[in-house]
C-alpha cells in the first residue's frame, strides 16, 4: 500500500515538474517506482545507486548473491540529479543500512567543473546523515574512461576534494575504483577492461572493481 502511494505520489510529482523544467530520466525511475509497488525491498539493504556504471552492471546482484542488495542505477545519472530529483524514490524509502554512491563522472563530461561535483557531492552527504543517519556511505571514485580523457584533470580534482571530504566525517568511505583499472605500471586506464564505447565496463572491468569492493560490502 505504502509502495503503491509513492508511485502514485512520483507521478503526480514528475507531471508538475515536468512543466517546469523536466524530470530527467523520468521513465527509469517510474519504471524502478513500478517494481517497487510490487515488491518493495526490506530496510537495512545494501544500495548501489548513481549512473550507468551501476545500471549495466548485470551481474550485481549475483556477484553478492548472500547480501540484501537493491540496484538503483539510472542511464545518464548525474550527481545534480540525485540532489536536485531522486532521493526522495530511489533513496530514502528504503533506509538502507549501506549506500554506495557512483556519480559525478557525467557531470563533469556535460561540462561542471570539480567544484561543481563536490559542492553537490556536499549537499548529498549532509542530507543523507540527516536523513539516515545510521547508514554507513561509500563513494565510489569517478573512473577514467579512454573515451572522457580531456576531462581527466577535472576528474581527479573532484575525486580528490570528495577524499578529503571524507577522511573527517563518521561513517563515510571513500573507495578508490580508479587505480584499479590502470595498466600495470602505468596511470592510463587499461582499455581491455572496457566495452567497445571505452566508457563503460566490461566483466573484466567489474571483476576488478568486485575486488575493492568485497570488504567494503561484507
Not at 68 to 94: A, E, M, N, W
Not at 168 to 181: A, E, F, R
Amino acid at each position: 500500500m505504502i509502495s503503491k502511494l509513492f508511485l502514485f505520489l512520483f507521478l503526480v510529482l514528475v507531471k508538475n515538474t515536468n512543466a517546469q523544467q523536466g524530470f530527467p530520466y523520468a521513465n527509469e525511475i517510474s519504471a524502478f517506482k513500478h517494481q517497487d509497488s510490487i515488491s518493495f525491498p526490506k530496510k537495512d539493504g545494501i544500495l548501489f545507486i548513481g549512473s550507468s556504471s551501476i545500471r549495466l552492471w548485470d551481474d550485481l546482484e549475483k556477484r553478492f548473491a548472500d547480501k540484501p542488495l537493491i540496484k538503483r542505477g539510472v542511464g545518464g545519472c548525474q550527481l545534480s540529479h540525485l540532489v536536485d530529483f531522486y532521493t526522495p524514490f530511489i533513496l530514502y524509502p528504503y533506509q538502507p543500512r549501506k549506500i554506495f554512491i557512483y556519480a559525478g563522472e557525467n557531470d563533469i563530461a556535460a561540462g561542471e567543473n570539480a567544484e561543481f561535483v563536490f559542492d553537490k557531492f556536499k549537499k548529498l552527504w549532509e542530507d543523507m546523515n540527516k536523513k539516515l543517519p545510521a547508514a554507513s556511505i561509500y563513494y565510489m571514485s569517478i573512473k577514467p574512461s579512454p573515451s572522457r580523457a580531456k576531462f581527466y584533470p577535472e576528474i581527479i580534482k573532484a575525486n580528490k576534494y570528495i577524499k578529503e571530504y571524507l577522511a573527517s566525517k563518521p561513517k563515510s568511505t571513500y573507495i578508490d575504483l580508479g587505480t584499479v583499472l590502470f595498466k600495470k605500471g602505468t596511470t592510463n586506464p587499461d582499455s581491455t577492461l572496457y566495452k567497445a564505447d571505452y566508457l563503460h565496463l566490461n566483466h573484466s572491468g567489474y571483476d576488478r572493481w568486485q575486488k575493492v569492493l568485497n570488504p567494503f560490502v561484507n
